[in-house]
T-cell receptor, first 108, second 118 residues
């Protein structure tokens, strides 16, 4: 089967840096994606890592270690608008498996 | 351009009734996905279409659930004999090329249909 673990909730202050971790167990793995979802909104794509290493996109970076079945999303220079839920998702053969999400609370 | 649209935005039905949920993907996107999301959980995969065919329908929970995409564009998710446990937000996503060849491309999600079964 498939399982993904990520913290349920994280709190940080505006301007800070926060890291959201994701560990996974899967029988088939092609890559790890990250999505952001605001309350009542649709998930929006943030990043995808197929290979080990760090991918940077503006204030957001994502890291993958395939040997450790581990990845993380790094958010820098936090803004109030970053308050949302963040999901890691494993790309399997013909589908994606999503974690339960991490609710990020950004405080002033 | 227009994003993914889903209709209706909300659907309230009674236990045992039949419902249809519609998804209009981004024009030109060959891949379409259906997910179900319960409160406080991540999206749960239901089915993946590549063109008109279902490339993977292993996430459909039982034979009450069925989805079609007859012309490779609009898709309809059909639920027969609805049960209270079917209550959730049903999300549709589309992507340009899909998952063929081991690659991936960005999924664009619609706003979802909130289904409530009384």
């Amino acid at each position: 089967g498939q399982s993904l673990e990520q913290p349920s909730e994280v709190t940080a202050v505006e301007g800070a840096i926060v890291q959201i971790n994701c560990t996974y167990q899967t029988s088939g793995f092609y890559g790890l994606s990250w999505y952001q979802q605001h309350d009542g909104g649709a998930p929006t794509f943030l990043s995808y890592n197929a290979l080990d290493g760090l991918e940077e996109t503006g204030r957001f970076s994502s890291f993958l270690s395939r040997s450790d079945s581990y990845g993380y999303l790094l958010l820098q220079e936090l803004q109030m608008k970053d308050s949302a839920s963040y999901f890691c998702a494993v790309r399997g053969f013909n589908k994606f498996y999503f974690g339960s999400g991490t609710k990020l609370n950004v405080k002033p | 351009g227009a994003g993914v649209s889903q209709t209706p935005s909300n659907k309230v039905t009674e236990k045992g009734k039949y419902v249809e949920l519609r998804c209009d993907p981004i024009s030109g996107h060959t891949a379409l996905y259906w997910y179900r999301q319960s409160l406080g959980q991540g999206p749960e995969f239901l089915i993946y279409f590549q063109g008109t065919g279902a490339a993977d329908d292993s996430g459909l929970p039982n034979d009450r659930f069925f989805a079609v995409r007859p012309e490779g564009s609009v898709s309809t998710l059909k639920i027969q004999r609805t049960e209270r446990g079917d209550s959730a937000v049903y999300l549709c996503a589309s992507s340009l090329t899909g998952l063929a060849g081991g690659g991936t491309d960005t999924q664009y999600f619609g706003p979802g249909t909130r289904l409530t079964v009384l």
